[in-house]
Each structure stands twice: as C-alpha cells, then as structure tokens.
C-alpha cells in the first residue's frame, strides 16, 4: 500500500539553527498537506501544496514540493523555542479522500 | 466561529466496557475523519464519513469498531468490549466539500484502558 515516510525522525537544534524536514511518497500525490502538532496538542493545518514544483513561504518556514510530486519539504530558517513540536506531511491516497499521514518529524529547539 | 469540538476529552474505561466519542464538526463542514494516535507515533487513519454516509472505513478495525455520521447530532466513534490495545488518543477532523481541502482537528479524546 501506499507509505509516507518522513526523515529525519527526530531533530535537536540550538535555537538559531535552520531545520529541515523531508516527506516522501512511494506514489505520486495530487497535493500535500503539512502539519503541526505541540506536544500534548492537536494537528494544525500549516499549508497545501498542488503544483508541481511548488514552492510556497510562510514567514520563516518554506515549503516545497518536488517535480515528480513524489516528495517535498518543509525548512525552518532561524528556529525559535516556539518550533517545537512534530510536523506532518499528509497525501491523499490515488482515487480515494483518505490521507495517509506521514511519520512525522518531532522538532526540538534548545535555548 | 467554534472549532471542531470532541467529546469526552478523556474517558477511562474498564476492559470489556463501551467507549463513544463524540465529534463535531466545524460549521459548514460536512466531512468528517477519525484517526487514532498512540504516543510519539503518527496519526493512523481510521475511517471517514459524510453526513449519513460511510466512504472509506478501510482503516478501522473490523470488529468492535464502528462509526456514523446521522444526519442531526456529532459523529460517533464506538468502540465495543474494549481492550489494553485501545489505549490511544482520537482524533476527529472535519473539512469542506471534498478531501482536497485542510482538515480541521479537534483537540481529541485520551482513552485509557484499565
């Protein structure tokens, strides 16, 4: 079946630091959707990317998506303490409304 | 404008007893998802729904799982004669019209087995 697998698993950055996350899919996706969960939280919508090649900026983080719409990233310049937390990709799985969710990269910043 | 609000937010029950969690949606969203998450692991998705109907349930288990959307009222996660394995948190997302649209989630509901 259709896997999305995320890497790295866990990431440990001083405060500062850039951080990036990859997501890849072993099928092609007609869009991906990023996550964010904080500890003990609830998933929060980040962003949507459709096209292939996509790159889209929310104030320090950047997402992208890849040209074979197979993989993307999320890349976070100059963490905060704020950060922390898991981010999730999540693609619609071929024919079907259901997303399959990513492993998820949990983010911690130390001060 | 209320979030996608779920019910109870924890709920600790005995094996073999029944568990119903309640969500529901955001306003003006007609679809609904479940998904199960066990501590410092991914969401894992379990089934979704529109209003009266049941379109993919290939992630929840095939017995003593079961879910509805009804037409007036929350959805309804049940789980039956429940078991040690249960133990996880649910989570409910809603979104608009089709699945190609940010889902929505509520804050959950902690289920612990004893």
């Known amino acids: 079946g259709q896997q999305v697998m995320q890497i790295p698993q866990y990431q440990h950055v001083q405060e500062g630091e850039d951080f990036t996350t990859y997501c890849n899919s072993s099928t092609t996706l007609s869009n991906i959707q990023w996550y964010k969960q904080r500890p003990g939280g609830h998933p929060v919508f980040l962003i949507q990317?459709?096209?292939?090649?996509e790159v889209k900026k929310q104030k320090r983080l950047t997402f992208q998506f890849g040209e074979a719409k197979k993989n993307s990233s999320l890349h976070i310049t100059a963490t905060q303490t704020t950060d922390v937390g898991t981010y999730f990709c999540a693609g619609p799985t071929s024919g079907t409304y259901k997303y399959i969710f990513g492993t998820g990269t949990r983010l911690k910043v130390l001060a | 404008n209320a979030g996608v609000m779920q019910n109870p937010r924890h709920l600790v029950r005995r094996r073999g007893q029944e568990a119903r969690l309640r969500c529901s949606p955001m306003?003006?969203?007609?679809?609904v998802y479940w998904y199960r998450q066990l501590p410092e692991e991914g969401l894992k998705f379990m089934v979704y729904l529109q209003k009266e109907n049941i379109i993919d349930e290939s992630g929840m288990p095939k017995e003593r799982f079961s879910a509805e959307f009804p037409k007036e009222g929350p959805s309804i996660l049940r789980i039956q004669q429940v078991v040690r394995g249960d133990s996880a948190a649910y989570f409910c997302a809603s979104s608009r019209r089709d699945a190609n649209q940010p889902q929505h989630f509520g804050d959950g509901t902690r289920l612990s087995i004893l």
């Open positions: 990317l459709v096209k292939s090649g």
């Open positions: 306003k003006g969203h007609s679809h």
